[in-house]
């Protein structure tokens, strides 16, 4: 707080933009357990120890349950102590455990260290980090959150790189211990001292506004220049909330349960690893420059009508997958894909601090986090599993193509909540 209170005075450019710099580590921290990073590690750990694909994507889905037991908790956490005790935390924890998975040599001591880094993953990173954006920003919220989604969309490329020579050319064990010392190296200090939870707390606020009140917009579609905040109770009585709940279910299941294979997917159409991991690395590329694309046109739109066209894209590239068979073919899948990532964590942040304000944030997206863990839980186990007993991926994209088609056109209800009034006392039925 100290540090942060000096620089205010000192920076030429309002210190929201550090608080987003800085918690963006933290999110290109947990690109290190990423879906793009294991499929790297399936083919090589598949050889190396015999592991089924089934057995080495069901690492992902123990994550994801475990994330879906502590998400709540987590999300309260964030409101109840802070961004800042939580994402330092949680930056030790995942560092700690990158790196014991060089020593991961039985299915049970490699479930135990990549699902407790995907817990870490999962929630107290980006949730943490679009939460304390969110407070800082309110007018400029779309561009503040999509830098905090570019920084995890340059540490995606990284790792996936990263991953890839170190596996080349020295080996899996190197891989692991490479990958943790980055993530404790890069993320721990920003978050520990110059992470602050409001603007208010260092006589700021959001916006770098001076004194004036946040502007309404007049479509009512475009909401979030307001911060009429709701509890988790009324949050939850609505039927957007849901709406997004279940999408963001369907969305992450059909996401990351393509992304997990599409490694192997690749090798087993002819593609060598580099040229593999070339495209892969090539689609964190594409999600870097979209992120900032995604959230300034979230300022302009409503964010129900991105979502859609998320859903469109992402149907679109699960399709165009069973047509890949060279390296062009698996870059032109890479730039879709880069798309709908970056494009569904931005939609799906901002949708929720426009729809439910800054206050209970934490918890309402530890709520609904839940969702999308279940739905990242079963994408990559499913796959797995109609994979091995069919000895191809080509159901296993036709289900989830259709998926993300049929939400296309389901998110489109999930319209701004409007809180209900009250109906006032006549002057009579207060007297009695």
């Known amino acids: 707080m100290a540090i942060a209170t000096r620089l205010k005075n000192f920076l030429p450019f309002y210190y929201g933009w550090v608080v987003v710099g800085a918690s963006g580590t933290a999110v ?3 690109m290190a357990p990423n879906i793009t990073t294991l499929t790297i590690f399936i083919f090589p750990l598949s050889q190396e120890f015999g592991w089924s694909r089934t057995l080495i994507s069901g690492a992902v889905s123990a994550g994801a349950l475990a994330a879906l037991v502590l998400s709540p908790a987590i999300g309260w956490a964030i409101d109840r102590y802070g961004v800042r005790p939580v994402l330092v935390a949680s930056m030790l924890v995942l560092g700690l455990a990158m790196t014991s998975l060089a020593w991961a040599t039985v299915p049970f001591t490699f479930y135990l ?19 304390v954006a969110s407070r800082w920003f309110i007018k400029k919220r779309g561009r503040a959150i999509g830098m905090i989604f570019l920084c995890g969309s340059i540490g995606g490329l990284v790792f996936t790189i990263l991953t890839a020579q170190m596996i080349e050319h020295v080996g899996i064990k190197a891989a692991w211990l490479s990958l943790g010392i980055v993530v404790l190296a890069v993320s721990v200090a920003p978050s520990l001292f110059l992470v602050v939870e409001r603007p208010e707390d260092i006589g700021l606020l959001p916006d770098n506004d001076q004194g004036s009140p946040p502007v309404r917009p007049e479509s009512p579609e475009i909401t979030g220049q307001s911060d009429d905040s709701w ?3 009324e949050a939850m009585k609505t039927r957007s909330f849901w709406i997004m709940f279940l999408m963001g279910m369907a969305a992450l299941g059909v996401s990351t349960g393509t992304n997990v294979h599409i490694g192997a ?19 964190w590329l594409v999600a870097a420059f979209s992120s900032i694309t995604w959230g300034r046109v979230l300022e302009r739109f409503e964010p129900r009508y991105a979502y859609s066209l998320s859903f469109l894209i992402l149907g679109s590239s699960t399709f165009f997958l069973l047509t890949v068979d060279s390296m062009g073919g698996a870059f032109m899948a890479a730039a879709l894909i880069g798309l709908v990532s970056a494009g ?6 901002i949708m929720y601090a426009n729809y439910y ?10 709520i609904s986090e839940t969702g999308v863990l279940i739905g990242q839980a079963a994408g990559p186990l499913l796959a797995g599993v109609l994979f091995d007993s069919q000895g191809s991926y080509t159901f296993v994209f036709l ?9 296309s056109l389901i998110v489109l209800l999930a319209k701004p909540p409007v809180r209900t009034a009250k109906p006032l006392k006549t002057d009579q039925e207060s007297l009695v």
């Open 344 to 349: 569904t964590n931005v939609v799906m942040s």
């Open 28 to 30: 290109f921290a947990r």
């Open 231 to 233: 509890t988790v109770a």
């Open 399 to 407: 289900l989830f193509g259709g998926i993300a088609f049929t939400c």
């Open 357 to 366: 304000g800054r206050d209970s944030l934490g918890r309402i997206r530890g």
């Open 265 to 283: 997917y690749y090798r087993d159409q002819g593609l060598t690893l580099t040229s593999s991991a070339s495209a892969l690395a090539f689609s």
């Open 113 to 131: 260290a990549f699902a407790a880094a995907r817990v870490v993953f999962h929630t107290p990173a980006p949730i943490g980090a679009s939460t």
